[in-house]
């Protein structure tokens, strides 16, 4: 991983997963933090969001960015937001590294997150099909017009 370089290209959307700490499911029960979250982001950076999903432990989403420098920080906008104001008792009781908490990280996020450069329309259907099935595939509804966090 230490050899991970992240590809930036403007004028394309990107397709981004971020992650709970060792999937601790606290994302639905704190979904105003997490739309709070977003707005905080965008406040600071200018992006939209074309597709997303939110599950009990992670987030995917299609967004367009004005400068494709900006995606990193936008995530770790949305991520450091949420853990600054996430009440200690959704994640207390995770035990995380040394090396995590002397880094100063509550055990709220998982440190990286994946992400794809859409590279066409093909690409970009089989991702927004992705993120509306989600639900369906974790088990937590049976259509996925039922889901309630997530773009229909």
């Known amino acids: 991983m230490a050899n991970y370089k992240r590809v930036f290209l403007d004028g394309y959307c990107y397709y981004i997963t971020f992650v709970t700490y060792m999937r601790n499911p606290i994302l639905i029960e ?8 977003f707005t905080y982001a965008k406040l600071k950076f200018d992006f939209k969001i074309d597709m997303i999903v939110v599950l009990p432990d992670h987030v995917h989403m299609i967004i367009e960015v004005n400068n494709a420098q900006d995606y990193p920080k936008i995530i770790s906008s949305i991520k450091r937001y949420f853990s600054k104001h996430c009440e200690p008792r959704f994640y207390k009781n995770m035990l995380q590294s040394a090396s995590r908490t002397k880094q100063g990280y509550k055990p709220v996020w998982q ?38 966090y997530g773009s229909k």
């Open 30 to 37: 704190n979904i105003e933090l997490l739309r709070q979250s």
């Open 111 to 148: 440190k990286r997150f994946y992400e794809h450069i859409i590279r066409n329309e093909k690409d970009y259907l089989e991702k927004v099909q992705y993120i509306l099935n989600n639900p369906v595939k974790h088990g937590f509804v049976d259509d996925a017009k039922q889901w309630l």
